[in-house]
């Protein structure tokens, strides 16, 4: 893809703020005493500008919001929700105590949170008002909002193979001190930007079960009026056998949260699933095996590692998922252990729903100095073992507008 060799515009305002109110930049309080935070409402993994996961962002700087705050506000929204909180320089006004040094009484509805380095934190929340450590989409979407209004860390880049301003950093997920990469780079159209964030490395390895057992997928196949038969692994055509080589199927996946992978046999069976009629029994079938929802997935004939997915989450509000980050990355990192894959993949959900929307995924080895091709036209060359890869996980961010509300 080519890039603008610019830096990031800063987001215009879809609501402009009365200049003559005293609120502070990101937040925090106004002159009259009372509270705002910025909320910015965004769509990540697009495809052509279409279709991707919805997720509102809610900004501000330290101190941090309680986690009942935090709990309400994610309640308004209809689809997943991050709290950004910026460690930038304003963090000063306040003192060890989380008083603020302008304010006097520290307000009783925020903590204050002493974490190292000049890093954002990030805290992941489903509609039902579920915290959640991460979420990939939410973390994708946030880092583009963040970086086109504090570029914490910009590092301007030319090489051979593109020219660009990339926006480089790190958070925290939620209380943790696990440390999360992001690059950030604006499309050459000039409209979104698309963010890159690592998801696996070193520290943060692929987790996979043993078989789940023909009884619990047969359930669960049941619910999304699916079955056995439509699956690769029941199928005996040719076609189908060729893809069945030792496919991840029936089985949690994870490199944050278990997905159930389930390998269907042609695209056309994977768009005739429908959602689960019984939510609260779908969720049951989920705590059994000890999943965060069902991932179905079926090759795009002619596209090499390109597949078609769809999910539908254990228990977020909603029965079907438009993208989800995590369980790509998942099943990509499933599909790369078994040498069933390049280093570079494409992952379309949504279409079903109407928003069609691409996740990207690319692996690269852990030595930054070897002759590995990161496009993975030439992996031959590169070392397959995972444990000395790092997998990628990129898309598309479209920001639809933001306002400054009163908490």
């Known amino acids: 893809t080519a890039f603008v060799e610019k830096k990031l515009r800063r987001l215009p305002l879809a609501q402009q703020t009365d200049k003559s109110n005293t609120r502070n930049p990101m937040g925090s309080r106004s002159g009259n005493g009372k509270r705002y935070i910025q909320k910015i409402a965004a769509k990540a993994f697009t495809y052509n500008g279409e279709g991707g996961n919805p997720v509102t962002v809610f900004l501000s700087d330290f101190p941090i919001l309680s986690s009942d705050i935090r709990q309400r506000l994610a309640k308004t929204c209809e689809w997943e929700s991050v709290f950004g909180f910026l460690n930038n320089s304003r963090r000063n006004n306040y003192d060890e105590n989380g008083d603020c040094k302008n304010q006097g009484t520290a307000d009783p509805d925020v903590m204050y949170n002493q974490g190292p380095g000049p890093f954002s934190r990030f805290y992941f929340y489903m509609p039902s008002g579920e915290e959640v450590s991460f979420c990939a989409h939410a ?30 950093s790190q958070f925290y997920a939620g209380d943790s001190d696990t440390l999360v990469q992001t690059t950030v780079r604006k499309q050459c159209d000039g409209t979104d930007a698309e963010a890159e964030l690592i998801l696996m490395d070193e520290h943060a390895t692929l987790y996979e079960s043993d078989c789940l057992g023909e009884e619990s997928i047969h359930d669960l196949l049941q619910d999304v009026a699916l079955s056995s038969a439509d699956c690769c692994e029941s199928s005996s055509s040719s076609s189908s056998s060729a893809l069945n080589l030792n496919l991840p199927h029936g089985i949690n996946s994870s490199v944050a949260r278990n997905k159930t992978l389930v390998a269907v046999d042609s695209v056309q069976r994977l768009h005739e699933a429908s959602n689960p009629p019984d939510a609260d029994r779908f969720r049951r079938l989920c705590d059994n095996i000890d999943s965060t929802g069902l991932y179905l997935y079926s090759k795009l004939p002619g596209r090499p590692d390109t597949y078609e997915c769809r999910q539908f989450p254990r228990a977020s509000g909603y029965p079907e998922d438009p993208a989800t980050g ?82």
């Open 326 to 407: 995590i369980a790509a990355a998942a099943l990509a990192a499933s599909l790369r252990s078994r040498k069933l894959c390049g280093t570079s993949l494409d992952f379309f959900q949504g279409t079903s729903m109407g928003r069609r929307s691409r996740i990207g995924i690319r692996f690269e080895n852990l030595n930054h100095h070897n002759n590995c091709d990161k496009t993975g036209s030439d992996e031959e060359e590169c070392d397959d073992d995972l444990s000395k890869e790092i997998l990628y996980c990129s898309g598309s961010v479209t920001i639809l507008s933001e306002e400054e509300i009163e908490i």
């Open 139 to 168: 973390a994708i979407g946030a880092s583009v909002v963040v970086e086109q209004k504090n570029q914490m860390n910009a590092t301007t880049v030319d090489n051979s193979n593109f020219s660009a301003t990339m926006i480089l």
